[in-house]
T-cell receptor, first 108, second 116 residues
Framework: AQTVTQSQPEMSVQEAETVTLSCTYD???????LFWYKQPPSRQMILVIR??????QNATENRFSVNFQKAAKSFSLKISDSQLGDAAMYFC?????FGEGTQLTVNP | EAGVAQSPRYKIIEKRQSVAFWCNPI?????LYWYQQILGQGPKLLIQ????????DSQLPKDRFSAERLKGVDSTLKIQPAKLEDSAVYLC??????????????FGPGTRLTVL
């Protein structure tokens, strides 16, 4: 069965600093996508970034980047130059399987 | 482009009552998902439709939950009868096509259900 694990229920970061959220997963497939979604308080879940397993290069979207380690089945999200608007729950996902989430707090 | 619409946004019912949620996906999206998100947890897939066919309902409590997607567009999720543990946010999401594993899901605002 496919599983997604986020081992950090809560993280905090100072504004303008960098933070990394961790995610591990399990699958028997060789070609797949992984996703990070953001769920701000009382707002809709939105996609932050996605990574195709066959691509060697780590995905980057502006201040958001991933560290994808296929052999280790690890998929972490790095947020650079953190902003107050980054405060949210972050979910790692594989297909329709979501992790338990990491609550990110950004301190001014 | 209009997003995923859900109604109602909030619902409070007594245990053993029935409730129904409605979802209208983004136009042209073949795949529709219903998730249950208990406070502080990640979304759990209840059912996935591809057009009007069911792809995955392995985690749907079929003794009390039912869902349909008539004509491959709108969908309704029903709980009958509700239990206290059904209190959660019910999220609807859609994607262009599930066979493309890279398709992102677009989420609606959710329906917050409280069962008393």
């Amino acid at each position: 069965a496919q599983t997604v694990t986020q081992s950090q229920p809560e993280m905090s970061v100072q504004e303008a600093e960098t933070v990394t959220l961790s995610c591990t997963y399990d699958t028997s497939e060789s070609d797949y996508y992984l996703f990070w979604y953001k769920q701000p308080p009382s707002r809709q879940m939105i996609l932050v970034i996605r990574q195709e397993a066959y691509k060697q290069q780590n995905a980057t979207e502006n201040r958001f980047s991933v560290n994808f380690q296929k052999a280790a089945k690890s998929f972490s999200l790095k947020i650079s130059d953190s902003q107050l608007g980054d405060a949210a729950m972050y979910f790692c996902a594989y297909r329709s399987v979501f992790g338990e989430g990491t609550q990110l707090t950004v301190n001014p | 482009e209009a997003g995923v619409a859900q109604s109602p946004r909030y619902k409070i019912i007594e245990k053993r009552q029935s409730v129904a949620f409605w979802c209208n996906p983004i136009s042209g999206h073949a795949t529709l998902y219903w998730y249950q998100q208990i406070l502080g947890q990640g979304p759990k897939l209840l059912i996935q439709f591809q057009n009007n066919g069911v792809v995955d309902d392995s985690q749907l409590p079929k003794d009390r939950f039912s869902a349909e997607r008539l004509k491959g567009v709108d969908s309704t999720l029903k709980i009958q009868p509700a239990k206290l543990e059904d209190s959660a946010v019910y999220l609807c999401a859609s994607s262009f096509h599930s066979s493309r594993a890279g398709n992102e899901q677009f989420f609606g605002p959710g329906t917050r259900l409280t069962v008393l």
